[in-house]
């Protein structure tokens, strides 16, 4: 693997910045999120919603449309009742308490797989669906022509947003401030001023509203006007989705986290119960219809702009400009907490852990790029048909939603003897659930021959994929137990040969340089293969370890701290180790996001010390290697191979069977 072109890294520098420092103290300050920016970047999916949410509730009443005030109250009081129980998580999950961790540590692993699949699967839906609307809106004030270009419009949008989340969390947010707040000011004074001039119509609405309750029950009975306005209330499920975001992002936010992902909260509920239900109330004051080729909200602008003239116009036009905007702020949703739960998730061996790794950027690349990838796709199968896209999108959170406060139930009546205001929280959690549920059934019930099948299905597909990979991961895990068990416990599995003339040291001497990655069977092996292949011929080791920080490492500094001490610890034990056979030892360790970079730079003050110095690396081999274990497994000893032969420096692959299979000598000098 020959180096990058310098052009190609100053292509890559300019577009993502230059790399982070990881022993820079105030690293996490830089990066972390204030509730300001926090509600722009999460409370974007929420408020997004408001675009199409209300809208399908109002128009699910069909002539009953009076009783939308019924659905507002509704909304309102889900809205709360979902936020509070989510700051609930928050507090319980102070490290980050989405979906996925909820289900996993207060119900099961395995349905908390299923809360991490459903989630990943929502949030690919969330960037598909906000970008594909967006360009919609876009293309309403375009000349038709322009309609062919909607896919290449809605890639080139998508694009823009992995390089902007490639950069990091914080620079996508501050790029996208601006339109979030042209989105909030001209909806808040549109919503005002059709509420406060139209205020004298509230009481023929409530006479309406009277009126029209009265004649449903008359002609259904109670039950059925129960039905009209369940059914309308959840035709708005759209708008109650984004709200656990805040949970799942707690590790992006400032110190202090858990206080400030409250305030995050509190915001994000606040702006999207006035924005849902402000609309609902306006659509009914100006007793608002469909227009074809219009949404509700342009018709309702429309009507509340009359008496402005010209300039209500324009500000018409800017206000839904501002809607195609904030759906693609929205999108931001999918890129910071879709590659969060999959770190979550690769930690936990659930997908490849690749998915764990940081750039050097401390971006978790690989989850970008996955969700990226994933919402091309879907926009391009679905021809960015919102109306089939939101058919998906409208199912996959409730799951999570559900799981969630079930889990929370659950917690609150095992820990009712230690927490006092137990039967409190136990009923935030309760209501929360039911919601959720009738909610859920709601739209399956619904929308199931529309799509919703499609969502199910691939919900179910995506959990047997990943089935798959955590029985491998759990089979190579217990053979590497298997295999510490055999070494640590019983050392004199392995093979040193005693240095015969100790205590002279001559640094020029031939050198063999270790890579290990932790005190363990596969390390000692890799140490016990030296000596066998060539006996005494190396008179000096030195052991190189690299602490990855990885999405698990990367909350704090208090972290960054611990992995340098647990390396250090480590290696110490391989230096203590061979000096008592007689030789020189010593080791070299850092930190970083990547091993096969640190490995690069650290090799060339090796051989500065150690002249005569040759590199090892030992390399799993896995019993019936498939194509799958290939994937899953990373190759880092290959890759630095051929870096450092690049630079005209030795390295020898020791081929290590997790099984035991291959030769061990049993005696040893």
């Not at 006007?225 to 708008?239: P, Q, R």
């Given at each position: 693997?020959?180096?990058?072109?310098?052009?190609?890294?100053?292509?890559?520098?300019?577009?993502?910045?230059?790399?982070?420092?990881?022993?820079?103290?105030?690293?996490?300050?830089?990066?972390?999120?204030?509730?300001?920016?926090?509600?722009?970047?999460?409370?974007?999916?929420?408020?997004?919603?408001?675009?199409?949410?209300?809208?399908?509730?109002?128009?699910?009443?069909?002539?009953?449309?009076?009783?939308?005030?019924?659905?507002?109250?509704?909304?309102?009081?889900?809205?709360?009742?979902?936020?509070?129980?989510?700051?609930?998580?928050?507090?319980?999950?102070?490290?980050?308490?989405?979906?996925?961790?909820?289900?996993?540590?207060?119900?099961?692993?395995?349905?908390?797989?299923?809360?991490?699949?459903?989630?990943?699967?929502?949030?690919?839906?969330?960037?598909?669906?906000?970008?594909?609307?967006?360009?919609?809106?876009?293309?309403?004030?375009?000349?038709?022509?322009?309609?062919?270009?909607?896919?290449?419009?809605?890639?080139?949008?998508?694009?823009?947003?992995?390089?902007?989340?490639?950069?990091?969390?914080?620079?996508?947010?501050?790029?996208?401030?601006?339109?979030?707040?042209?989105?909030?000011?001209?909806?808040?004074?549109?919503?005002?001023?059709?509420?406060?001039?139209?205020?004298?119509?509230?009481?023929?609405?409530?006479?309406?509203?009277?009126?029209?309750?009265?004649?449903?029950?008359?002609?259904?009975?109670?039950?059925?006007?129960?039905?009209?306005?369940?059914?309308?209330?959840?035709?708005?499920?759209?708008?109650?989705?984004?709200?656990?975001?805040?949970?799942?992002?707690?590790?992006?936010?400032?110190?202090?986290?858990?206080?400030?992902?409250?305030?995050?909260?509190?915001?994000?509920?606040?702006?999207?119960?006035?924005?849902?239900?402000?609309?609902?109330?306006?659509?009914?004051?100006?007793?608002?219809?469909?227009?074809?080729?219009?949404?509700?909200?342009?018709?309702?602008?429309?009507?509340?702009?009359?008496?402005?003239?010209?300039?209500?116009?324009?500000?018409?036009?800017?206000?839904?400009?501002?809607?195609?905007?904030?759906?693609?702020?929205?999108?931001?949703?999918?890129?910071?907490?879709?590659?969060?739960?999959?770190?979550?998730?690769?930690?936990?061996?659930?997908?490849?852990?690749?998915?764990?790794?940081?750039?050097?950027?401390?971006?978790?690349?690989?989850?970008?790029?996955?969700?990226?990838?994933?919402?091309?796709?879907?926009?391009?199968?679905?021809?960015?048909?919102?109306?089939?896209?939101?058919?998906?999108?409208?199912?996959?959170?409730?799951?999570?939603?559900?799981?969630?406060?079930?889990?929370?139930?659950?917690?609150?009546?095992?820990?009712?003897?230690?927490?006092k205001d137990w039967k409190k929280r136990l009923v935030v959690n309760g209501v929360g659930l039911i919601m959720t549920v009738v909610i859920l059934m709601s739209v399956?019930?619904?929308?199931?021959?529309?799509?919703?099948?499609?969502?199910?299905?691939?919900?179910?597909?995506?959990?047997?994929?990943?089935?798959?990979?955590?029985?491998?991961?759990?089979?190579?895990?217990?053979?590497?137990?298997?295999?510490?068990?055999?070494?640590?416990?019983?050392?004199?599995?392995?093979?040193?040969?005693?240095?015969?003339?100790?205590?002279?040291?001559?640094?020029?001497?031939?050198?063999?340089?270790?890579?290990?990655?932790?005190?363990?069977?596969?390390?000692?092996?890799?140490?016990?293969?030296?000596?066998?292949?060539?006996?005494?011929?190396?008179?000096?080791?030195?052991?190189?370890?690299?602490?990855?920080?990885?999405?698990?490492?990367?909350?704090?500094?208090?972290?960054?701290?611990?992995?340098?001490?647990?390396?250090?610890?480590?290696?110490?034990?391989?230096?203590?180790?061979?000096?008592?056979?007689?030789?020189?030892?010593?080791s070299y360790t850092t930190i970083g996001t990547d091993v096969v970079d640190e490995i690069t730079k650290l090799a060339p003050d090796v051989l500065k010390k150690f002249?005569?110095?040759?590199?090892?690396?030992?390399?799993?081999?896995?019993?019936?290697?498939?194509?799958?274990?290939?994937?899953?497994?990373?190759?880092?000893?290959?890759?630095?191979?051929k870096k450092l032969y690049a630079k005209c420096i030795p390295f020898v692959v020791l081929p290590i069977r997790v099984d035991l299979e291959c030769k061990i000598p049993?005696?040893?000098?």
């Amino acid at each position: 693997m020959q180096d990058i072109p310098e052009y190609i890294k100053k292509l890559r520098t300019f577009i993502i910045g230059k790399p982070r420092n990881p022993l820079d103290s105030s690293i996490f300050h830089k990066l972390s999120l204030i509730s300001l920016f926090a509600w722009v970047g999460l409370g974007s999916d929420a408020m997004s919603s408001s675009s199409y949410g209300p809208q399908e509730a109002y128009l699910a009443l069909g002539e009953h449309f009076y009783l939308a005030i019924f659905v507002a109250i509704s909304i309102i009081l889900t809205i709360f009742v979902i936020s509070t129980s989510y700051s609930q998580i928050v507090e319980l999950f102070p490290t980050g308490g989405g979906g996925y961790l909820v289900a996993s540590k207060l119900l099961s692993p395995s349905l908390g797989m299923l809360s991490g699949c459903a989630l990943l699967i929502d949030y690919v839906l969330t960037i598909s669906i906000s970008i594909a609307s967006g360009v919609d809106a876009v293309l309403s004030f375009l000349p038709a022509n322009w309609q062919m270009l909607k896919l290449e419009i809605a890639f080139f949008v998508i694009i823009v947003l992995i390089l902007l989340n490639l950069r990091g969390i914080k620079e996508s947010v501050l790029f996208l401030i601006p339109i979030f707040a042209l989105f909030l000011i001209a909806h808040v004074i549109l919503i005002i001023y059709a509420l406060y001039f139209h205020s004298a119509n509230l009481p023929t609405v409530v006479s309406n509203t009277s009126t029209d309750v009265h004649n449903v029950i008359s002609g259904v009975g109670l039950s059925g006007l129960l039905l009209i306005i369940i059914h309308s209330y959840s035709m708005g499920a759209g708008t109650y989705t984004g709200i656990e975001a805040v949970s799942n992002a707690v590790p992006v936010m400032r110190e202090p986290r858990v206080q400030t992902a409250k305030r995050t909260m509190n915001l994000m509920a606040i702006s999207l119960a006035f924005m849902a239900a402000g609309l609902l109330i306006s659509y009914v004051l100006y007793n608002v219809a469909h227009e074809p080729g219009k949404t509700l909200n342009a018709v309702l602008f429309e009507n509340v702009t009359k008496p402005w003239g010209i300039f209500g116009t324009y500000f018409v036009i800017a206000t839904l400009i501002s809607e195609a905007g904030l759906l693609f702020v929205a999108a931001q949703t999918g890129f910071i907490d879709g590659p969060r739960v999959l770190a979550n998730m690769a930690l936990d061996r659930w997908v490849p852990t690749k998915f764990a790794t940081l750039s050097d950027r401390f971006v978790t690349q690989n989850g970008v790029l996955i969700m990226g990838i994933s919402a091309l796709i879907m926009v391009s199968l679905t021809e960015g048909s919102v109306a089939h896209l939101v058919v998906l999108y409208s199912i996959a959170v409730f799951i999570t939603f559900i799981l969630s406060q079930a889990g929370m139930v659950r917690h609150w009546w095992k820990a009712k003897a230690k927490v006092k205001d137990w039967k409190k929280r136990l009923v935030v959690n309760g209501v929360g659930l039911i919601m959720t549920v009738v909610i859920l059934m709601s739209v399956i019930l619904v929308k199931f021959s529309e799509g919703g099948w499609i969502t199910l299905f691939i919900i179910g597909a995506f959990a047997g994929v990943v089935l798959v990979i955590r029985r491998h991961y759990d089979y190579v895990s217990g053979l590497i137990a298997e295999l510490n068990a055999k070494i640590i416990v019983y050392p004199s599995n392995i093979y040193i040969v005693k240095n015969e003339t100790p205590g002279k040291v001559n640094l020029e001497d031939k050198t063999a340089v270790l890579l290990v990655n932790g005190f363990n069977g596969l390390g000692m092996l890799a140490l016990s293969s030296i000596f066998e292949l060539f006996g005494g011929v190396y008179k000096n080791f030195v052991f190189v370890q690299i602490g990855v920080i990885d999405a698990g490492v990367f909350k704090g500094v208090d972290e960054i701290k611990g992995l340098q001490i647990t390396i250090n610890r480590d290696v110490d034990k391989y230096v203590k180790l061979v000096s008592s056979y007689g030789y020189y030892a010593e080791s070299y360790t850092t930190i970083g996001t990547d091993v096969v970079d640190e490995i690069t730079k650290l090799a060339p003050d090796v051989l500065k010390k150690f002249p005569n110095a040759v590199f090892f690396g030992g390399q799993i081999v896995i019993p019936n290697e498939t194509i799958l274990s290939r994937w899953l497994h990373n190759y880092t000893v290959f890759a630095s191979q051929k870096k450092l032969y690049a630079k005209c420096i030795p390295f020898v692959v020791l081929p290590i069977r997790v099984d035991l299979e291959c030769k061990i000598p049993n005696t040893a000098v």
